[in-house]
């Protein structure tokens, strides 16, 4: 049988693979010719100086810096509506406009103080830390130009200010909580120290630790400002029965408020029974020592006592 020639046959197309087509970048995708008016546009961008995209910066200004306000009566009018102001940076320099006032005219801040400090509270909630801070100077220069402020504003205005000082005063941000700390060392050194004390009295039992930490310290400023008949005012038993509370408090600062605030109480009952029986010098110690113990003997329990005994030894021993 003759075989057909395999020169007729066809030959099978082989499978090729396609080329692949380089990738381009994004950057090289979005090349735009230069002669263009976009590219023209785009290299005098190139060249042109970054615009700033910072905020305006907040200057802290010290008190001790603070001029005169040069027409403060049209000032004050205005101030509660300043301080009110949805922009941060007008807000910013309506509380220095207060601190002005404050310091240099506070005549013409004294009518208007209640409806200030609670524009100044609202302020502190600001979640802009240069508003919180600068606010929070605000109540130190009006605390140092009003001493009398429990009798000067409303009892509202000053709860809702000693409330959001002792939170700032708890916050992480150090910058923020240092300035609350030397708001409330100014409150506790101008303010008259009983009506105080009641306030601070509330937050000892404060779910937040760091708030009841901040309250015994103000209160053992408070106590170390107090004559025997003040204490006795608001109550000796009651103020023992505080400090005793706060020796067991878990945080370290609470229980050493408390110990100062223990020896405050001791430093003026002795004073006072030292001046009661002055007829002989180891009299008086004797009866002072004896009029202590049985007050803490009543006012705590046997522990209690025991602890506040404690940390009297050890402050006569130093």
Sequence with gaps: ????????????????????????????AA???????????????????????TEQAVEYVRSEDLQPVPHPKAKAAGLVAELDSKDWIRA?????????????????????????????????????S?????????????FDSFGNLLSSASDDAFDKLLLQLLLKASQDKRFVAEEAEKAMRAMAASMPPLPLLRKLKAYVHHA???????????????????????????????????????????????????????NSMHAAFSKEAAAAAREEEEGAAAAAAASWESLCALSLPPISAQSVAKIVSQSQSQ
Excluded: W, Y
């Excluded at 240069?130 to 009006?142: L, N, P, Q, Y």
């Design 130 to 142: 240069a508003v919180c801070k600068t606010s929070i100077m605000a109540c130190t220069d009006v």
């Design 31 to 53: 090349v735009v010719p230069a002669a263009s008016p976009e590219g023209k546009r785009k290299k005098n961008d190139e060249n042109s100086a970054p615009k700033a995209t």
């Design 208 to 262: 937040n630790l760091r708030v009841r930490a901040k309250a015994a310290v103000a209160m053992s400023q408070c106590a170390s400002r107090m004559d025997v008949a003040t204490m006795k005012e608001f109550g000796m038993s009651a103020m023992l029965q505080v400090a005793a509370e706060l020796l067991s408090d878990r945080l370290p600062e609470a229980r050493e408020a408390a110990r100062g605030m223990v």
């Design 1 to 28: 049988m003759a075989l057909r020639a395999l020169d007729n046959t066809l030959p099978m197309a082989s499978a090729e693979r396609p080329k692949k087509l380089p990738k381009l970048s994004a950057a090289a």
């Design 92 to 128: 910013c320099d309506a509380l220095n406009d207060a601190r002005r006032l404050a310091i240099h005219h506070p005549s013409l801040l004294n009518p208007i103080l209640g409806k200030v400090m609670l524009a100044i509270v609202k302020t502190m909630k600001s979640p802009r």
